[in-house]
């Protein structure tokens, strides 16, 4: 791996521990799309 995506990984695993709300903004997501 290079240092750049263990950087980037890093931030996502940070991120990824705030999961529920990660999952319902993705839903959300999902759902304006399945709108449009």
């Given at each position: 791996m290079?240092?750049?995506w263990?950087?980037?990984w890093a931030r996502w695993s940070r991120q990824v521990r705030?999961?529920?709300r990660v999952e319902e903004e993705a839903r959300a997501a999902m759902?304006?799309?399945l709108m449009v």
């Open positions: 290079n240092r750049r263990k950087e980037i705030n999961r529920t759902r304006a799309w």
